[in-house]
């Protein structure tokens, strides 16, 4: 087995990696929970939202919440972890993760019941729902930033692509197991009880097992302990290998900028079609909202598959740069949403979604690990904090603007996220390595 295979490996041994199997499987495992448990909340949010009269629009309006709060608190929460551990900031939004999703069933089912009014119901979906954006975003910046630290910087890339593969496997199993657990007289709300459940599971896990890396966070603040750059030449290069913080990182940083801005155009083109497919399913089938979950759910797990084979297939073996997979997976992102945009069959809809998904499947850890790259090893809570930061934001305007444009003219929305990845290749251009 190459190196390649064996990063592509979910539990194999990630060359030029300090971690264990078992360390990276617990990091995977609490990446995969919470990805399964946020997909299968976006299956059935049509079909329920529909079930109780409400327009669209609201029920995307509610997931603002949280991703305004995800925006502003994953930099925080990721910051504290250079100083007080990565482990830490995992379990902190293992519990939001946990807290969220039994509060969103509660919440949805008295509505479902009748045992509150509908108008009480969303709202308690929208206040309980932000507790995932104000502790749920530690769970991604902590796995990340305890990922780089102990990843040599040439292996980086393929083992942010071998993590963050966890959430594409995480979108398929959600969907999958959606009709699975839909538990008798909770038909709609019953997966969202038994996710919550298995969040539980697994804080428990990793809090057991996963090793503490309060002391060596310490030691990386005052001395280079990262490994050395394969090739040390270049400013940006010494910048990468530096040990000391330059200062409290932003956005606007000029080692991460570009990356930063990449991420946020791809990811709300991603966020504005994983909004809309669902109801553009059940508007092109005709399908009864209370009905729909099956026809749904094999959209989103096929969408789910191609991601899984970008990042487990073709991240490993291609050996592209980051750069080179925000612009291939731009590319194949258009394709796929005018295949989704022309489609009027369910064949038509999940080969349409699965390609554009294979696209974001490479941007998404093309640009979190460039912006990797470019900081030092005392940085990497920080950097990661900003990239899961990126990827809330896209969730802040695109599930209500893509559905604003989606009932005026379906196409109009489609074309809107079409020119989104248009721009982020026009605008990434400039960019170098």
């Known amino acids: 087995?190459?190196?390649?295979?064996?990063?592509?490996?979910?539990?194999?041994?990630?060359?030029?990696?300090?971690?264990?199997?078992?360390?990276?499987?617990?990091?995977?495992?609490?990446?995969?929970?919470?990805?399964?448990?946020?997909?299968?909340?976006?299956?059935?949010?049509?079909?329920?939202?529909?079930?109780?009269?409400?327009?669209?629009?609201?029920?995307?309006?509610?997931?603002?919440?949280?991703?305004?709060?995800?925006?502003?608190?994953?930099?925080?929460?990721?910051?504290?972890?250079?100083?007080?551990?990565?482990?830490?900031?995992?379990?902190?939004?293992?519990?939001?993760?946990?807290?969220?999703?039994?509060?969103?069933?509660?919440?949805?089912?008295?509505?479902?019941?009748?045992?509150?009014?509908?108008?009480?119901?969303?709202?308690?979906?929208?206040?309980?729902?932000?507790?995932?954006?104000?502790?749920?975003?530690?769970?991604?910046?902590?796995?990340?930033?305890?990922?780089?630290?102990?990843?040599?910087?040439?292996?980086?890339?393929?083992?942010?692509?071998?993590?963050?593969?966890?959430?594409?496997?995480?979108?398929?199993?959600?969907?999958?197991?959606?009709?699975?657990?839909?538990?008798?007289?909770?038909?709609?709300?019953?997966?969202?009880?038994?996710?919550?459940?298995?969040?539980?599971?697994?804080?428990?896990?990793?809090?057991?097992?996963?090793?503490?890396?309060?002391?060596?966070?310490?030691?990386?603040?005052?001395?280079?302990?990262?490994?050395?750059?394969?090739?040390?030449?270049?400013?940006s290069v010494r910048a990468a290998t530096s040990a000391a913080p330059s200062g409290r990182l932003r956005w606007h940083d000029r080692r991460v900028r570009d990356w930063l801005v990449a991420g946020a155009i791809t990811n709300t083109s991603m966020a504005g079609l994983l909004t809309v497919v669902g109801f553009y399913t059940i508007d092109v089938l005709g399908l009864d909202p209370a009905r729909s979950l099956d026809e749904v759910g094999i959209v989103l797990m096929g969408g789910a598959i191609a991601s899984l084979v970008a990042q487990w297939g073709v991240i490993p073996r291609s050996g592209w740069a980051p750069r080179q997979l925000i612009i291939v997976g731009a590319m194949v992102g258009i394709v796929g949403i005018v295949v989704v945009m022309l489609a009027a069959s369910l064949y038509g809809l999940v080969l349409g979604y699965g390609i554009a998904c294979l696209g974001f499947g490479l941007t998404r850890p093309g640009f979190a690990s460039g912006a990797s790259l470019a900081v030092p090893l005392a940085e990497q809570g920080a950097v990661a904090g900003?990239?899961?930061?990126?990827?809330?934001?896209?969730?802040?305007?695109?599930?209500?603007?893509?559905?604003?444009l989606y009932h005026a003219a379906p196409w109009l929305a489609f074309t809107v996220l079409i020119a989104l990845l248009a721009l982020s290749l026009a605008l990434f251009g400039r960019t170098r390595g």
Request: charged content about 10%; glycine content about 12%; some cysteine.
């Open 1 to 235: 087995m190459g190196a390649a295979d064996a990063a592509g490996t979910p539990f194999g041994k990630v060359p030029g990696s300090a971690l264990s199997r078992r360390d990276f499987a617990l990091l995977w495992s609490a990446m995969l929970v919470t990805a399964t448990g946020n997909t299968a909340m976006q299956t059935i949010i049509p079909p329920v939202g529909r079930s109780l009269g409400v327009d669209d629009f609201w029920m995307a309006l509610a997931f603002t919440t949280s991703a305004v709060a995800w925006v502003v608190l994953a930099p925080i929460w990721a910051r504290r972890s250079d100083s007080h551990g990565r482990k830490s900031l995992i379990l902190i939004g293992l519990v939001g993760f946990i807290t969220s999703t039994l509060g969103c069933a509660v919440a949805l089912q008295a509505g479902l019941e009748g045992w509150v009014g509908v108008l009480p119901a969303m709202l308690g979906f929208a206040v309980v729902r932000a507790v995932y954006g104000l502790l749920g975003c530690a769970t991604p910046a902590g796995t990340q930033a305890y990922l780089a630290a102990r990843t040599r910087r040439s292996s980086r890339t393929v083992a942010l692509s071998g993590l963050t593969a966890a959430f594409g496997l995480g979108t398929v199993i959600g969907p999958a197991l959606v009709p699975a657990f839909a538990l008798p007289g909770l038909e709609l709300i019953g997966p969202l009880y038994v996710f919550a459940a298995l969040g539980v599971a697994t804080w428990v896990v990793v809090w057991r097992r996963l090793p503490d890396d309060r002391a060596r966070v310490r030691r990386a603040r005052s001395a280079a302990m990262g490994f050395p750059s394969a090739s040390p030449t270049g400013a």
């Open 386 to 404: 900003l990239t899961t930061s990126v990827n809330g934001f896209a969730f802040i305007f695109a599930p209500t603007g893509t559905l604003l």
